[in-house]
């Protein structure tokens, strides 16, 4: 895994740049750490057209370990936090388990949703709220659970242009190139007032599924900065627009490119690569605050099944989870593998992108504006050091912490997707219902007696409590007092 450089330094430091390859020595990615601070131009590299790879179940693994059923079909959306699935399979970690695996590509959300839940699909990528929505009736009942936690961090939050040039001229530090983050709401609060004020539609942004965390992840970015991002009434609102400044609706994750390039929103939170296409390819957007900056740590996708199907498949889902820890840890051993991982998306049975667009931040790098010059063609990029916007091991990244099902039930309070307030104990009931550390455990376990793994890369609680400074509102989150945390929001219920 090589990347051209001028020098060690001064090469990777693209983010102030021009967009060119870079040229001299060369380096090693496989040595590189995904905590490297220096940021790599995507162009600088060699991309290798990836072959899909076959790998031999060792079924006498299986027999050993007494699988109930080794043929599997997992579901993944287009979007790179799904690449544990897919490094899983392609690397045979799942081969060694005893298990033969297929990857569907899903249309959208629900879709995923309801084919877990009916069983078509063993077990798939998904959201975290998805096990939440279902376990509290939102939508939909049923019972859920996830024994694997995919990845933290890694939501973008972009809006168009057009609204960027407003939002700084209301904040004009936002016109410097390489402004600090986080950015927060505060001037979309004044434009949502003045559209209201002269009668004009509101700002309609968008995200990915009513009960998942791009939606959580956007109301609470703009309800920091004093924005109503408008209440559901009840159960089967799967709007939401009660009292809202803004207009939330749902769109498929690769839809949301095309929706900004058609002029159909002014602002959306979704994962990668969606983020970095309007911004390095369409040109029609650029991302303000990725979730990092809302909430350091946030949880975003898990792997999850059905409770039936973990009920009837234990011993299958432990080593489905077994396969899953160690491709986590494999993606956050380096940038060589985080290049790899790259190339494996860009094929066409998985996410078919670009792979300068799969690599901004799989690489630990994020573009937040480009300039071009009069003939169009891109002068400088303003990529920048975000080693942690896609975390899928570091800091217990897959570990199914109850902490981050409680997290999202207080937020589903919040907005009114549970529509009565409830006791403490109730949240951390639901918690242990959906989120599966024991799974887990007993899977980390396995590892560590197979030389996989290490002891101390397991926490040894099943909550987490997070500070003040993790959040962009500065408020803590202490997961065994959920009705402390809410009364703390101005805005919210309680």
């Given at each position: 895994?090589?990347?051209?450089?001028?020098?060690l330094?001064?090469a990777?430091?693209?983010?102030?740049?021009?967009?060119?390859?870079?040229?001299?020595?060369?380096?090693?990615?496989?040595?590189?750490?995904?905590?490297?601070p220096?940021?790599?131009?995507p162009?600088?590299?060699?991309?290798?057209?990836y072959?899909?790879?076959?790998?031999?179940?060792?079924?006498?693994?299986a027999?050993?370990?007494?699988?109930?059923?080794?043929?599997l079909?997992?579901?993944?959306?287009?979007?790179?936090d799904?690449?544990?699935?897919i490094?899983?399979?392609?690397?045979g970690?799942?081969?060694?388990e005893?298990?033969?695996?297929?990857?569907e590509?899903?249309?959208?959300?629900?879709a995923v949703?309801d084919?877990?839940?009916?069983?078509?699909?063993?077990?798939?990528?998904?959201?975290?709220?998805h096990p939440?929505?279902?376990?509290?009736?939102?939508?939909?009942?049923?019972?859920?659970v996830?024994p694997?936690?995919?990845?933290?961090?890694?939501m973008?939050l972009?809006?168009?242009?057009?609204?960027?040039?407003?939002?700084?001229?209301k904040?004009?530090?936002l016109?410097?190139?390489?402004?600090a983050?986080p950015?927060?709401?505060?001037?979309i609060?004044?434009?949502a007032a003045?559209?209201?004020a002269g009668?004009?539609e509101?700002?309609?942004m968008?995200?990915?599924f009513?009960?998942?965390s791009h939606?959580?992840?956007?109301?609470?970015w703009?309800?920091?900065?004093?924005?109503?991002p408008?209440?559901?009434e009840?159960?089967?609102?799967?709007?939401?627009?009660?009292?809202a400044?803004v207009?939330?609706?749902?769109?498929?994750?690769?839809l949301?490119a095309?929706?900004m390039?058609?002029?159909?929103?002014?602002?959306?939170?979704?994962?990668?690569?969606?983020n970095?296409q309007?911004t390095?390819k369409?040109?029609?957007g650029r991302?303000?605050c990725?979730?990092?900056?809302?909430?350091?740590g946030?949880?975003?996708?898990?792997?999850?099944?059905?409770?039936?199907?973990?009920d009837?498949?234990?011993?299958t889902?432990?080593?489905?989870v077994?396969?899953?820890?160690?491709?986590g840890?494999?993606?956050?051993?380096?940038?060589?593998?985080?290049?790899?991982?790259?190339e494996?998306?860009?094929?066409?049975?998985?996410i078919?992108?670009?792979y300068?667009?799969?690599?901004?931040?799989m690489?630990?790098?994020?573009?937040y504006?480009?300039?071009k010059?009069?003939?169009?063609?891109?002068?400088?990029?303003d990529?920048?050091?975000e080693?942690?916007?896609?975390?899928?091991?570091?800091?217990?990244?897959?570990?199914?912490?109850?902490s981050?099902?409680v997290?999202?039930?207080?937020?589903?309070?919040?907005?009114?997707?549970?529509?009565?307030n409830?006791s403490?104990?109730?949240?951390?009931?639901?918690?242990?219902k959906?989120?599966?550390?024991?799974?887990?455990?007993?899977?980390f376990?396995a590892l560590i007696?197979?030389g996989?793994i290490?002891?101390?890369e397991?926490?040894?609680?099943?909550?987490r409590?997070?500070?003040?400074?993790?959040?962009?509102?500065?408020?803590?989150?202490?997961?065994?007092k959920p009705?402390?945390?809410?009364?703390s929001?101005p805005?919210?219920l309680?």
């Open positions: 895994m090589l990347v051209r450089r001028l020098g330094v001064a990777l430091l693209v983010a102030v740049l021009p967009v060119a390859r870079l040229a001299a020595e060369t380096v090693n990615l496989d040595t590189v750490p995904v905590t490297d220096n940021p790599i131009d162009k600088s590299l060699t991309w290798v057209p072959e899909v790879k076959t790998h031999k179940p060792d079924f006498k693994k027999k050993a370990n007494k699988l109930e059923k080794t043929s079909t997992f579901g993944m959306i287009k979007l790179t799904c690449i544990p699935i490094a899983a399979k392609e690397l970690f799942f081969a060694e005893g298990l033969n695996v297929a990857i590509v899903q249309p959208n959300w629900k949703n084919r877990v839940i009916n069983m078509e699909l063993d077990g798939s990528h998904m959201l975290y709220n939440l929505g279902a376990a509290i009736g939102y939508g939909v009942n049923a019972e859920l996830a694997y936690n995919i990845s933290i961090n890694g973008g972009s809006v168009s242009n057009a609204l960027f040039a407003e939002m700084a001229a904040e004009p530090r016109k410097e190139w390489g402004y983050m950015v927060g709401a505060e001037s609060k004044q434009i003045e559209r209201k009668g004009k509101p700002l309609r968008y995200m990915t009513p009960s998942g939606n959580m992840n956007l109301r609470y703009l309800a920091a900065g004093g924005v109503h408008g209440y559901y009840g159960y089967s609102d799967a709007i939401g627009k009660k009292d400044d207009l939330l609706s749902v769109n498929p994750p690769p949301m095309q929706a390039a058609q002029g159909n929103c002014d602002a959306f939170c979704v994962g990668e690569p969606w970095m309007v390095l369409d040109f029609t991302p303000v990725p979730s990092q900056y809302i909430f350091r946030s949880p975003d996708k898990i792997f999850a099944c059905s409770k039936e199907w973990a009837a498949n234990p011993n889902l432990v080593a489905v077994k396969g899953l820890i160690r491709a840890q494999w993606l956050d051993e380096s940038k060589g593998h985080r290049k790899l991982a790259v494996m998306l860009a094929h066409k049975d998985y078919g992108a670009n300068d667009v799969l690599a901004e931040s690489l630990g790098s994020y573009s504006a480009v300039e010059d009069a003939s169009g063609a891109v002068t400088r990029v990529r920048r050091p080693p942690t916007f896609n975390t899928f091991y570091s800091d217990f990244g897959s570990f199914p912490y109850k981050h099902a997290w999202g039930l207080t937020q589903a309070r919040r907005w009114g997707q549970i529509p009565e409830k403490d104990s109730w949240y951390l009931d639901i918690a242990d959906t989120f599966r550390p024991d799974i887990y455990r007993k899977a376990a007696a197979d996989k290490k002891a101390e397991l926490p040894a609680d099943d909550y409590s997070y500070p003040a400074e993790a959040f962009i509102d500065k408020k803590p989150f202490d997961p065994k009705n402390d945390y809410l009364k929001f805005i919210g309680k």
